[in-house]
């Protein structure tokens, strides 16, 4: 199985940082990879997928880059409503697995 | 507008059994690859179950192969997840999710939709 990690865990930053969560794969998974965005009690969004194209209706300060086993999220100018948890997600085979989450919170 | 909508959740004791449902909308559903993705109170996100847009090839986690059983009814647009042998480590929010398209590659894709989420909680 592919084992997915990321980094950091929590993040504290303010309205306007610049934010960077990595994710790593235990093998390369090539660029099959998504990032989701969960806010407490709703379902994950999904935000980026095949690690760079940006889901339809996601603001363009999200944005993803990286392939084989190393890959990031980078959120340009944090906003309010980006106060949530994300998750890396291989989909290059079964079983697909999720990263343990970052949770990005107000510093 | 795509939906997905779960049902079935619930409180059951461990070993029992609980099927969940997924009806879907807004989109052909019989051409996508479905998946349930379950989360413990708390705890991250996990991939449980998938399958093919016909239902002639199916998928599971370690964690449940062999308890759970995955089919659809792509008459009724519906997702189904047959849960057995129940254990307190299954207590969790399931949401079934949607490929976001149709590729030659399995897994197909991304998961572009999800479900509100049902709870099942295994408990005495």
């Known amino acids: 199985d592919i084992q997915m990690t990321q980094s950091p865990s929590t993040l504290s930053a303010s309205v306007g940082d610049r934010v960077t969560i990595t994710c790593r794969a235990s093998q390369s998974i090539s660029s099959w990879l998504a990032w989701y965005q969960q806010k407490p009690g709703k379902a994950p969004k999904l935000l980026i997928y095949k690690a760079s194209s940006l889901e339809s209706g996601v603001p363009s300060r999200f944005s993803g880059s990286g392939s084989g086993t190393e890959f990031t999220l980078t959120i340009s100018s944090l906003q309010p409503d980006d106060f949530a948890t994300y998750y890396c997600q291989q989909y290059n085979s079964y079983p697909l697995t999720f990263g343990p989450g970052t949770k990005v919170d107000i510093k | 507008e795509v939906q997905l909508l779960e049902s079935g959740g619930g409180l059951v004791q461990p070993g029992g059994s609980l099927r969940l449902s997924c009806a879907a909308s807004g989109f052909t559903f019989s051409s996508y690859a479905m998946s349930w993705v379950r989360q413990a109170p708390g705890k991250g996100l996990e991939w449980v179950s998938a399958i093919s847009g016909s239902g002639g090839s199916t998928y599971y986690a370690d964690s449940v192969k062999g308890r759970f059983t995955i089919s659809r009814d792509n008459s009724k647009n519906t997702l189904y997840l047959q849960m057995n042998s129940l254990r307190a480590e299954d207590t969790a929010v399931y949401y079934c999710?949607?490929?976001?398209?149709?590729?030659?590659?399995?897994?197909?894709?991304?998961?572009?939709?999800w479900g509100q989420g049902t709870m099942v909680t295994v408990s005495s």
């Open positions: 999710a949607k490929d976001r398209v149709v590729t030659a590659k399995t897994p197909d894709d991304a998961f572009d939709i």
